[in-house]
């Protein structure tokens, strides 16, 4: 209950006001492989990898899409998952010559879920400066991360 506890962890919302400083982890998922960096070599079934967690309890079930959340399938459970731990979310995705975009979700037993970035930002705000040092206002961003699939195979994140 230090002063910098509650200076740098706490979230400061849109109308100025601030959450109470918390070190509570939202429900999140996010795919590790493919990601920023690497590229694939053509069309065809691609393994992707990736993680989920809550520090509300065990993840209930993680969707994977393969075209921006126009469909989201499943993943294949791999063990019940501890509470409140990592849960791996192994999916297969076919993926074809051109653009893609690769997400993931997460919902909790809670009944949380992870949230878009759209609405992230309408609770939280969005930067738009760099934030002063020692500042780390949103550094608990659960939002969904999207890795945009080049028609030349090039991975690379985008929001």
Sequence with gaps: MSMYESRTYSQILPDGK????????????????????????????????????SGAGRIEKVMVSADGRKELGPSRASGAGLEQGLHPLPHAVALGRGPATLQSRAWDEAGNVQPTRAEFVAVRGELTKPPPILSFPNQHCNSITSWGIASNGEVKHYA
């Design 18 to 53: 601030a959450y109470r400083f918390y070190f509570l982890q939202e429900v999140k998922s996010f795919i590790t492989s493919p990601s920023h960096g690497m590229a694939l070599k053509g069309s065809g079934l691609y393994e992707v990898s990736g993680i989920a967690y």
